[in-house]
């Protein structure tokens, strides 16, 4: 009669084989995840600005057509100023009495913003939009386009910019440049 050599034998007595990872093989593992992660990241924190100031010239957007339909709903001029204020964009909106207009949405969180172009058609007192009681903009005389040039920053480079176009017309649309 044979005696078991251990409780890893098989029946012949044979030693069983273990199966399993080595600690050698699972630090090799590790390694090659930790290697692929720090290559993708870089690319997911831009992916991240460049989310961020897409959906923050998308709100900023949203805003402009929201208070354009208001001055005409309500028949008044309507003023909107954009800041970039704290690491977010700060929306006013008021009646030419100074009386907020709009309530609820008047800040966007915009961490990796750069700081907001205003052009002319002219923008003047930094950003400030008008609107009045026919949906027409105001806040700039003539056929120009104003403009707002929203976008982010990695490392003090500049990421993804996107452009808000507002018409004579009162249209406000968005591209990316």
Request: without cysteine; glycine residues 12%; charged residues 10%.
């Amino acid at each position: 009669m044979r005696v078991p050599l251990s409780n890893n034998s098989d029946r012949d007595g044979t030693l069983a084989r273990q199966a399993g990872f080595s600690f050698v093989e699972l630090m090799i593992a590790v390694a090659i995840i930790g290697i692929a992660a720090a290559i993708a990241m870089p690319s997911f924190t831009r992916m991240y600005i460049d989310y961020q100031a897409k959906a923050t010239a998308s709100e900023i957007t949203r805003h402009l057509v929201l208070a354009r339909t208001r001055a005409m709903t309500t028949n008044q001029t309507l003023s909107v100023q954009i800041l970039l204020v704290n690491g977010g964009v700060q929306i006013t909106t008021t009646n030419l009495a100074g009386a907020p207009a709009l309530q609820g949405l008047n800040t966007i969180d915009a961490v990796h913003m750069a700081p907001l172009v205003f052009n002319n058609g002219g923008i003047p007192n930094g950003g400030v939009v008008q609107f009045n009681s026919y949906g027409l903009r105001t806040s700039v005389p003539g056929t120009g386009v104003q403009t707002i040039q929203v976008g982010g920053t990695l490392g003090g480079t500049p990421t993804t910019q996107y452009r808000i176009n507002i018409a004579p017309s009162g249209t406000s649309g968005l591209v990316r440049l």
